[in-house]
């Protein structure tokens, strides 16, 4: 059996539930946000919510050694909870789910958890980098977080 690759972050944020949804449901606004990101295109809207269950999106990075993936929406529930699914992208890549949970502390302040597991194929191309990848996509989350902190918070993007 493959092994799953677990990556835990959360952040705390000066906003309410409702102001950091409207932030993390904005799929094309992520590039707002995220450094890292050149492009999020929906390809598929959501139903019965355009942005929610059923959205097809692609992310272009702006490292160009880096894929383009797509991802589906598989659960939205304003303003708690956005589960998503790689499914295009990465080589060797067996499953991928992505969460995203508001916890509110109070009116202006939230918790958000962002969630992130992975299992490879057991023999693919790049099993050898695994390690390496799992490292570096989870500073890379730590780092995107402090970047949608600061943009919720100060209404800016990171300089």
Known sequence: MAKIHE???????????????????????MVEWAKEVAAVTVITKG??????????????????????IAEEILVFNAPKDLHYTLYKG???LKKHMGKMRIDPINDNQSVLHWDVDFEFKRF????????????????????TLDQLKHFVEQGEALA
Request: no cysteine; proline share 9%; aromatic share 6%.
């Open 124 to 143: 693919h191309p790049i099993a050898a980098f695994v390690p390496k990848l799992i490292k570096t996509f989870s500073k890379s989350l730590e780092e």
């Open 90 to 92: 990465i080589p060797g």
């Open 7 to 29: 990556i835990r972050k959360q952040i705390t944020i000066d906003a309410s539930s409702e102001k950091l949804w409207e932030v993390i449901a904005d799929h094309e606004g």
């Open 47 to 68: 139903s019965p919510d355009p942005m929610g269950v059923g959205l097809h999106r692609t992310v272009k990075f702006k490292d160009k050694n880096l894929p383009v």
